[in-house]
């Protein structure tokens, strides 16, 4: 059974009182909630298997003609999935989590981000606080 997770980036400036006022609690054009939202499904017959704290992260790949790289990203939170006798995992730097709601019953996984600063998503699944971000791989 697929799990589906949505992340949000929770909007600083919004004001509850106001949408309660002015548009019955819902956001509008002058008052977003959300500055972004992200949705996909991890498919297959996966489980959520742990939740991680303060762990470390390595972020690795190739960048133009075959130049590897490799980075520790610390202090994020795992979530982490298996099926099929693999384990996969969804990456958050710690300090950019407001919160998460995990529903068994549903398979779905709700995260909210704040927006003290600015977060890197430089592949599906994992994102980083723009201070943790390694600068070699910025622009």
């Known amino acids: 059974m697929s799990f589906s997770v949505s992340v949000f980036l929770k909007s600083s400036s919004f004001s509850e009182a106001y949408a309660l006022e002015k548009h019955d609690g819902k956001d509008s054009p002058e008052n977003i909630r959300y500055e972004w939202e992200d949705e996909f499904k991890i498919v297959g017959d996966v489980v959520l298997k742990e939740v991680l704290r303060n762990q470390d992260f390595v972020l690795a790949g190739e ?77």
């Open 63 to 139: 960048m133009g003609e075959n130049e590897a790289f490799s980075f520790t990203i610390n202090d994020v939170m795992k979530f982490q999935f298996e099926g099929d006798g693999e384990i996969s995992s969804l990456v958050f730097s710690e300090k950019s989590l407001d919160e998460y709601v995990i529903d068994t019953e549903k398979n779905k996984l709700t995260v909210y981000l704040n927006d003290i600063e600015d977060v890197e998503n430089p592949v599906s699944g994992v994102y980083i606080a723009s201070s943790d971000f390694p600068k070699e791989l910025k622009g």
